[in-house]
C-alpha cells in the first residue's frame, strides 16, 4: 500500500468517532473560516473545499454564505459518509471524492479552500499554484496547514533520548513566505494541547487517523518507546503549530 493510500485508511477507520478527539482540528477550522469572512467574495460564491473531512469547515462556510454553491472532497469515503450525515439537508451542497492534490474538476471557483489538508500533499508548495489555476478571476486560495515546530515537545524529547521522532517535517513559515506572491496573507499560531500522558497523546494521534510516520520511518520497538515515555505519566503538553494562509 503506498503512502497516500495508506493515509487515507487510516481516516476511513475513525471517521465515525473522529470528532470525539478532533478539538485541535475544530480550532483550526474556526480560525480558518474567521479568515475567509474577512475576504471580499461574491454573495454567492462556488467554493471547492479540499480535504473537507467529517465536515468541521464545511459547516462554518454553510453559515458564513448561505447562498453559495459547495464542492465538498475528500479522498476517504468513510470521512465523507459522516460529512453527509453531518449536513443533511443541505440543497447547495454536493460532496465528491476526489484527490486534492489533483483536483479533477474545471476552472470556475470563487474560493478554493482546506482546513489541515495540505500537510498531506506529496508536493505541498507546488500544489497552489494547481489550485490557484482553478480561481475566477478576483477568487481566492485559502487553506491551514501544519508549520515546521509542529508537536515540537515530541521532537524534543525524542532528540534527548537519541531516537527518531518519526514526525513529517513541513514547510517553515518563512518557506511559504519566499514561494508565495507577495499579496498573500500568512499568520501562524501556537495551539498547545493538554494531555494525561504522552503516551496519551500517541493514543490522540491514532484516534484521529494522523499516526503515518514520515516517510522511510519505522516505529519504535516497544522497548525503546517505554525507555522514552519513561518519567511521562504525567499531564503532558504538546502544541500543534498552525500556518493560516490566504491568497488571491
Known sequence: MNGGRRIVAYFDAVASRYEQHAGPQAHAAARLAEGVAGLSLPEAPRILEIGCGTGLLTRHLTRLYPRATILASDRSLAMLRVARAHLAGETRL??????????????????????????????????????????????????????????????????????????????????????????????????PTEYSSALAFLHALRAIGAQAPAYGHRPLPAGTLRRVLRGQSEKYSSSYHFLYIHLP
Do not use: K
Not at 531516537?163 to 500568512?186: C, E, F, I, K, M
Open 94 to 191: 454536493r460532496f465528491v471524492a476526489m484527490d486534492g492534490e489533483a483536483p479533477s474538476v474545471r476552472p470556475g471557483f470563487d474560493l478554493i479552500c482546506a482546513n489541515l489538508a495540505w500537510q498531506w500533499f506529496a508536493h505541498p508548495l507546488q500544489s497552489v499554484a494547481r489550485c490557484r489555476d482553478l480561481l475566477n478571476p478576483g477568487g481566492w486560495l485559502s487553506f491551514s496547514t501544519l508549520g515546521e515546530a509542529n508537536f515540537a515537545e515530541w521532537r524534543a524529547l525524542c532528540t534527548a533520548h537519541g531516537v527518531a521522532h518519526g514526525l513529517h517535517d513541513y514547510p517553515s513559515l518563512a518557506t511559504w513566505r519566499a514561494h508565495l506572491p507577495p499579496n498573500a496573507l500568512l499568520s501562524e499560531e501556537r495551539h
